[in-house]
């Protein structure tokens, strides 16, 4: 489990938070004090995290494991 923590994936559930809180106050904790309210920021940052993940997921299944780790896992 601990091989699926990389930064990818950390970055991308805390975009999927940040959109949610974004979705929940209507874009407002997405702003920038005196800059427009924009009603897409919410998703951007939804589909950005999402990226992120896919990504983060992607990148373990391609990169094999470690063998010297699986050995000292069955001992």
Do not use: C, Q, W
Request: charged residues 15%; proline residues 4%; without cysteine.
């Amino acid at each position: 489990m601990r091989r699926y923590l990389n930064t990818f994936n950390v970055v991308g559930v805390l975009l999927v938070i940040l959109s949610l809180f974004g979705f929940a106050t209507g874009g407002r904790a997405l702003t920038e004090p005196g800059s427009k309210t924009e009603a897409i920021s919410s998703l951007v940052y939804l589909g950005t995290g999402v990226l992120m993940l896919i990504n983060g997921f992607v990148s373990v299944k391609m990169h094999p494991a470690d063998p010297s780790l699986e050995s000292t896992k069955k001992r």
